[in-house]
């Protein structure tokens, strides 16, 4: 909690010294009356006047207003790019390759060849300078050093100069008159030359590799020099580099003041102000944070005026006090610093002709005598900021991230005169330094190679890096085999989650089963208590009619078979299910009955499939028994002749099937008879559906009953078929 409490005060900080330090500043806009906010170039002419290159036109500011400039032909110029002064005449050079003189009320367009303009339209002006009625040009892109001569433009380097084997070079083209520009023209590499007058030349190696891109210099009063490239800043004289500094923004313009402070203009970086003049001292002052500098100048009154991309223009009164502690000139990943780096190139000298133009120069070109490659090692490692034994390959763990490493490099003349540039590997671009130690914190999970080169006074960088591997893991929540064990873990809760209430589920709907099952047990109780009176009814009907017609032996057997029955019927009263054969006795004792009764108007046959175990296949009780009463009272009674009821039993993939065939007259027959008769309505098989529909409720079976007319040849009814279909248990 603590260090984001700092953090956010560090960033107050930062907040309030940026605002106050732009308040040191006047600022002017297009509010103010500049033509627009981007300013591509800023010079002083020799009235002390300032000139100004904008994105939509040229202006000058007399101090109380900015005037706009057009060209002859009363057009505004746009794509300005920069000023130079020569023999106190103020030139505009353009992004088309046009050139101006700046009068105070028009721009004059210098006449060059169409050649000419089309050859500086495919090109960017660096520098401009004049000697012997002859403007030299040096330009970055494509790069090369060109003459205007009444209107004719050459290209001024042979194939035979010297001067055509350096990237980057600045000429003396007169006394203390300097052209510099790029070369890349050529087979680029990364050295620059500077060539004085009848002085030997000087070779510098650049650190980094060489492209196209602008460079700057400026010659100090203590006659020594700044040359400037991309990120690299060279002090020198004419003889040796001084120093290096490495920044961490761009540099884009190079300036001194009459107070003899240097000023540096950055890309997206500000300004930084040398107070001592002496790019060796340790202070540097920032300002204008992070605006994107495109030149700087001084004014008669020793104002210091900061043109930049987007933000218009910034004036510094002059002479303002400024407390500063100087920070340590130097760059690093996690530490915004920097740190100065010193150097002294000492040189040999070997006589050389130089081609300069078209004069044959006798000079000096140094040699460095340290052309021994330097080798860089590891030297210490520290995580967390505890020492560890070095590895080439470091496993470590999440929090394990922040890291401090220690190189060194041995050369026998002057080792504290090393340069080096590091870099993790894929995560951040080269820093350059003198300091032996680069520092990375908090760095995300990844593998990072760390790689550090040192550069010798030569300038002659080491060919194989020194390496070190640091491969971070992810926290152990953020590991895949982490996020399956989570994804697993929540598919088994809910799995477990769903079984549960399944579980529950289940149970709650075998307790409605289990009540809905008694309550249908209680009502199938009810309808077999039921059929027992109806059944001993009409037997009763039957004795009933023996003592009516005095036939008293008859009545004694039927009553003898009678209690018979009764008590079978008691018996299996109790029982949800009987087995077959305790079933067909009953339903025998039955038929006898009402054989009995009848005085044998029918016969009976009751015929069982060898598959059948009448003694273990079970059945619920007083099944049959209402279909062969529905057969023998309103099929045989009604016939005329004897009658007969087969019952056949077979068994067909766990279900009985019983058929009741009987020779009656028939359903529709009997059905108007007892119309006729108006005889009481059979609640035997009405009782016995009731039942049949409880019985498959309860056990999910399927029990079920057809009835069908029995017909002959010529599609009469002659009797009547039921089939009972009963699920049996075994």
């Known amino acids: 909690m603590s260090n984001r409490y700092l953090f956010f005060t560090f960033l107050l900080f930062i907040s309030l010294f940026t605002k106050a330090q732009n308040s040191l500043f006047e600022h002017f806009s297009v509010q103010q009356g500049l033509p627009s906010n981007t300013v591509q170039a800023i010079k002083k002419d020799k009235e002390g006047q300032l000139w100004l290159a904008t994105s939509k036109a040229i202006c000058k500011y007399n101090h109380k207003n900015f005037i706009i400039i057009k060209n002859a032909y009363g057009e505004d110029v746009s794509d300005g790019i920069g000023f130079y002064t020569i023999n106190n005449k103020l030139y505009l050079y353009t ?12 721009l004059e367009l210098l006449p060059v060849s169409n050649q000419g303009q089309e050859e500086f339209s495919n090109r960017i002006i660096n520098t401009i300078a004049y000697k012997e009625n002859k403007i030299y040009i040096a330009t970055v892109i494509g790069g090369g050093l060109y003459s205007v001569i009444n209107g004719e433009v050459n290209y001024l380097f042979s194939k035979e100069d010297n001067i055509r084997n350096f990237s980057f070079f600045c000429l003396e083209i007169t006394n203390e008159e300097y052209v510099y520009g790029s070369n890349n023209i050529f087979p680029a590499n990364n050295k620059f030359i500077f060539q004085r007058i009848n002085k030997p030349p000087l070779s510098i190696n650049l650190s980094v590799k060489s492209g196209y891109s602008k460079s700057s210099f400026v010659k100090l009063e203590d006659h020594t020099f700044l040359f400037a490239k991309e990120h690299e800043l060279i002090y020198f004289n004419d ?160 929090f394990q991230n922040n890291l401090k490493i220690n190189f060194v490099s041995f050369l026998n003349n002057n080792p504290s005169s090393l340069q080096y540039k590091y870099r993790l590997l894929n995560l951040s671009e080269w820093i350059y330094t003198s300091s032996q130690t680069a520092t990375f914190n908090a760095l995300p999970p990844g593998e990072y190679v760390f790689e550090v080169y040192a550069m010798n006074n030569a300038g002659i960088w080491n060919v194989n890096p020194a390496q070190v591997t640091f491969i971070i893991d992810e926290p152990i929540w953020k590991t895949k085999w982490f996020l399956l064990v989570i994804f697993l873990f929540l598919v088994f809760i809910f799995v477990l989650v769903i079984y549960i209430y399944r579980i529950r589920n289940k149970k709650e709907k075998e307790k409605k089963n289990e009540v809905q099952k008694k309550i249908m047990q209680s009502e199938l109780q009810a309808l077999r208590a039921q059929m027992n009176p109806h059944f001993m009814f009409n037997t009763l009907s039957s004795i009933q009619n023996f003592i009516n017609s ?21 018996e299996n009263s109790k029982k949800s299910r009987v087995n077959l054969k305790e079933e067909l006795e009953a339903l025998e004792l039955y038929m006898q009955l009402e054989q009995l009764r009848l005085e044998y108007k029918f016969d009976y046959e009751i015929i069982l499939d060898k598959n059948i175990d009448p003694i273990h296949d079970e059945i619920p009780p007083l099944l049959i028994q209402p279909y062969v009463e529905n057969a023998i009272w309103h099929g045989i009674t009604h016939k005329e002749g004897k009658g007969k009821i087969t019952i056949h039993i077979v068994n067909r993939n766990h279900t009985l099937q019983c058929t009741i065939n009987d020779n009656g007259v028939g359903r529709v027959a009997s059905e108007k008879i007892n119309r006729q008769k108006n005889k009481h309505k059979s609640y035997g098989m009405s009782i016995t559906k009731e039942r049949l529909e409880i019985l498959n409720a309860m056990q999910k079976s399927q029990l079920s009953v057809e009835m069908a007319d029995i017909l002959n040849d010529e599609k009469q009814v002659i009797g009547t078929s039921v089939k009972i279909f009963i699920p049996i248990e075994n």
Request: positive net charge; glycine residues 6%.
């Open 95 to 106: 992004l088309s390759g046009k050139i101006y003189e700046c009068n105070n009320k028009q």
């Open 239 to 398: 003889s040796l580099v001084l120093q290096r500094i490495f920044l961490e923004k761009s540099i884009t313009c190079l300036f001194q003041d009459n107070e003899l402070k240097i000023w540096i203009g950055l890309n997206s970086g500000g300004i930084i102000c040398i107070p001592s003049g002496k790019p060796a001292s340790q202070g540097m002052v920032y300002y204008l944070g992070s605006k994107s500098v495109s030149g700087i100048d001084e004014d008669s009154k020793g104002n210091i005026w900061v043109a930049t991309m987007e933000d218009g223009l910034f004036m510094l009164p002059a002479s303002p006090t400024v407390s500063y502690i100087s920070p340590k000139i130097f760059s690093s990943v996690n530490n915004p610093k920097t740190e100065k780096v010193e150097k002294t190139f000492p040189i040999n000298h070997q006589t050389e002709s130089v081609d300069i133009f078209g004069k044959k120069i006798i000079a000096t070109l140094q040699r460095n005598n340290d052309s021994i490659t330097p080798l860089v090692f590891i030297s210490g490692i520290e995580i967390n900021n505890h020492d560890t034994v070095l590895q080439n390959i470091y496993r470590l763990k999440y």
């Open 550 to 570: 005095k036939n008293s032996d008859e009545a004694v057997k039927y009553l003898s078979k009678f209690a018979k029955l009764m008590r079978s019927i008691m």
